[in-house]
Nanobody
Framework: QVQLVESGGGLVQAGGSLRLSCAAS????????MTWFRQAPGKDRETVAA????????YYANSVKGRFTNSRDNAKNTVYLQMNNLKPDDTAVYYC????????????????????WGQGTQVAVSS
């Protein structure tokens, strides 16, 4: 198993930036494809970004393309989500999730494709 802990959330004004981190402990981090999801009150869970085991393949939701950057440091067992030019619509609880996979190219873009989840971190963007 792997344990995931998100951090870095907070309150920021529109146009500001935050960097979320998701630290993993347990099994070898590099065997996991990682995904960021978010869920706003009253809305469905949304896939924000995903990254393959090595970091060579990435996915971004259209709503965050050009503003968010997903990266990972396997030596530090951590995946990051750099969020720039934040908008009020980005307000949500952000979760990281891990998928145990043998494929170096695999990315998980659906919640049911993942195996482990963190507890979430709140991001609030004021207008």
């Amino acid at each position: 198993q792997v344990q995931l802990v998100e951090s870095g959330g907070g309150l920021v004004q529109a146009g500001g930036s935050l960097r979320l981190s998701c630290a993993a402990s347990g099994r070898t981090f590099s065997r996991y494809a990682m995904t960021w999801f978010r869920q706003a009150p009253g809305k469905d869970r949304e896939t924000v970004a995903a990254i393959s085991r090595s970091g060579g393949i990435k996915y971004y939701a259209n709503s965050v393309k050009g503003r968010f950057t997903n990266s990972r440091d396997n030596a530090k067992n951590t995946v990051y989500l750099q969020m720039n030019n934040l908008k009020p619509d980005d307000t949500a609880v952000y979760y990281c999730a891990a998928k145990d996979t043998y494929s170096v190219k695999y990315i998980a873009t659906k919640s049911y494709e993942t195996d482990y989840w963190g507890q979430g971190t709140q991001v609030a963007v004021s207008s």
